[in-house]
């Protein structure tokens, strides 16, 4: 299968690409880019095979019928316009995370992708981090008796405010863009198995640092139809280590430094460190996707997972803007 970028930043120059060449059945085929030279760099960087494979147009990029698939890592806002260009062309999507910045836009994505018959797979990697998916198992299936609660913390210190993520011309949230929907993602993905949906959002958000439109730093607390709680703080004002705790009725896991690109960290699972390989979860992912395609079945994370995230997200905000009992 031949795949195209739209976005030639840092994701997907770290492991997108990386991870369309390391796949035996799939070539780097063409990019998009709103600059040539950024666009022909890109091209030669990664050694890609289009006959003409760096594009400013994307519906140039779209009318090639040589092209199978995109994967689309550009600023959230633009999301949605890609998507459906790419779905109208019949090309399958594997989308970065947030899906979109409302609901209704996914929803057109949806079902776009539906009426175009093409797969859309969204991007949470960390679903795909082998200790992550080792963990879901076993609390999945009873070892720390009923889940009780999940606290995750996940922050970066932004080098100043000029983050897209800060623009609302390019994005809607930026902790919560940049960090806090993996958090709900996974949270959600380990809690919902045994716990049910998520029933309650509560939320604080803070911009001090850069003076940003969106959030710098946000504490998001969360109820589930069983009862149990979550809670995850995420911040792009300062660095600290990530860490996940699950806490159960017989027990708990702690999660140290596995969030992030790399498949690492540490597990201890009721005292007793656990062991896993340290495997790409980006690769993982794009594997993933490609067999999605071939045998016609959904993706592991598909758009409807993507809406849900999303809506969660607007809701945070809305939870704090609604917040009528300042003290
Ligand atoms: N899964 C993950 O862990 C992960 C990690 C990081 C990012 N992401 C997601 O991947 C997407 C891209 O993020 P990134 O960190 O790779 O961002 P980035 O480094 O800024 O790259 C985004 C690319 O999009 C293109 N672009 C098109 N229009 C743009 C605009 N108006 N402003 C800025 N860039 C524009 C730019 O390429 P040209 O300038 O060449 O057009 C840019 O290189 C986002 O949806 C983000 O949430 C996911």
């Known amino acids: 299968m031949n795949i195209a970028i739209l976005g030639p930043g840092g994701i997907a120059d770290d492991q997108h690409a990386p991870a369309v060449l390391n796949h035996p059945d799939t070539s780097l085929w ?10 022909e760099a890109f091209s030669k960087r990664h050694d890609l095979k289009a006959p003409n494979p760096a594009h400013t147009d994307l519906a140039e990029l779209l009318a090639d019928p040589l092209l199978d698939a ?7 806002r633009l999301h949605s316009t890609q998507v459906l260009a790419a779905a ?12 979109a910045t409302s609901v209704s836009e996914c929803d057109a994505m949806i079902e776009a992708c539906r009426t175009n018959d093409v797969t859309l797979a969204m991007a949470y990697h960390l679903r795909w981090h082998r200790g992550h998916r080792l963990i879901r198992q076993q609390v999945s299936s009873g070892m720390l008796g009923a889940l009780r609660h999940i606290r995750v ?10 983050n897209w993520r800060s623009s609302p011309e390019t994005g809607r949230w ?35 640092k850069f003076g940003s439109p969106h959030d710098e730093t946000s504490i998001v607390a969360l109820t589930f139809e069983s009862g149990a709680t979550a809670e995850f703080c995420v911040s792009v004002q300062f660095d600290s280590p990530s860490r996940i705790e699950i806490y159960g009725d017989t027990g ?51 758009g409807s997972e993507g809406r849900r995230n999303v809506a969660l997200l607007l809701d945070a905000i809305n939870a704090q803007n609604n917040d009528s009992n300042p003290i």
Do not use: Y
């Open 30 to 39: 063409s990019v998009l880019s709103r600059s040539a030279e950024r666009a």
């Open 70 to 76: 995109v994967i689309i890592a550009t600023p959230d």
């Open 88 to 99: 109208r062309a019949g090309k399958h999507i594997l989308l970065e995370k947030p899906m």
């Open 153 to 162: 913390h996940w922050t970066f210190q932004a080098p100043d405010g000029s």
């Open 174 to 208: 930026w902790a919560l863009a940049a960090n806090g929907t993996h958090c709900l993602d996974l949270i959600r993905w380990m809690m919902m198995p045994t716990e049910g949906e998520i029933t309650r959002i509560l939320s604080l958000q803070s911009s001090t």
């Open 252 to 302: 708990s896991v702690l999660l140290d430094g596995t969030m992030g690109r790399h498949g690492g960290g540490d597990i201890v699972l009721n005292g007793v460190p656990v062991s896993f390989p340290a495997e790409n979860p980006f690769q993982a992912e794009f594997n993933d996707f490609i067999e999605a395609v071939r045998e016609g079945r959904p993706p592991e994370v598909d």
